[in-house]
């Protein structure tokens, strides 16, 4: 834009403006001018220029402005859902290439492997929204979904598939439909409202299909929903029932500073 507008304004500058710059540059050793005064004629023409310099000025002091405000434009409570989208999307995708590696019974690694593939997109759709609103989305999880991240990396085996099931496949995603129906009833950018109804049915798909896994491991004898829900394992960061449809606040990355595993 900026380009644009001394594109249309410096061809058009008035002839004095050169014959200036001709004094200008033939100046003599002495300080002095290398042209003779201005004649009287000529006066208008100098206002001219500099009513030019002036309007090149505004120009650029607008076109600064207008940027400035299209980077100030995201509303907070927009900025917050697209920051902690982000951070539930990174953490979904770092957990199930986890469970890719580390997961026992292939229901589990199934379910991983379209977390891995839909979350993947959800985030190319989420990081085209803030680009083109000139937002930075953040970089790492929080520390809480950091600390969820080392429980696993601790897991093996039918421990690791029981662990994936309840905090990831379940509670996770529990928060992250929280988080989104929030934004998509409250959202104050068209667009990013959009973008979380979009996105909800493909969460509460993920949420059930979470659910049937828990349940297919304890068919499996892998251990009772009673025993490893999600609420007895109080020692795991967001623990909820798996009936509950509240945000475990825990799972909602509130914390920036966590490095992304």
Not at 85 to 112: C, M, N, P, T, W
Request: glycine share 6%.
């Amino acid at each position: 834009m900026v380009s644009c507008i001394f594109c249309l304004l410096v061809p058009r500058l008035p002839r004095s403006v050169r014959t200036f710059q001709r004094c200008l540059n033939s100046r003599p050793k002495d300080g002095h001018m290398g042209c003779s005064p201005v004649p009287a004629g000529h006066a208008s023409r100098e206002i001219a220029m500099k009513d030019w310099v002036r309007i090149i000025g505004v120009s650029m002091l607008l076109v600064t402005g207008t940027c400035l405000a299209q980077a100030q434009e995201v509303d907070r409570a927009d900025a917050a859902f697209m920051e902690q989208a982000a951070q539930a999307g990174s953490f979904e995708i770092a957990a199930s290439q986890l469970a890719q590696r580390k997961a026992e019974h292939d229901d589990v690694k199934r379910y991983a492997r379209t977390m891995l593939d839909e979350h993947g997109d959800m985030a190319s759709q989420l990081k085209a929204l803030a680009a083109a609103r000139k937002f930075a989305l953040p970089g790492a999880i929080s520390s809480d979904q950091a600390r969820v991240m080392d429980a696993l990396q601790a897991k093996n085996g039918t421990d690791f598939d029981l662990a994936y099931a309840d905090d990831v496949a379940i509670a996770a995603h529990q928060a992250a439909v929280a988080l989104f129906v929030d934004a998509a009833e409250r959202g104050k950018d068209p667009e990013v409202k959009a973008y979380a109804q979009q996105m909800l049915p493909t969460l509460k798909a993920h949420l059930d299909a979470g659910l049937a896994l828990r349940k297919s491991l304890a068919a499996s004898g892998k251990a009772s929903p009673e025993e490893n829900s999600p609420a007895a394992r109080s020692g795991v960061p967001g623990a909820v029932s798996p009936a509950s449809r509240e945000a475990p606040p825990s799972l909602l990355p509130g914390d920036k500073g966590a490095p992304k595993p």
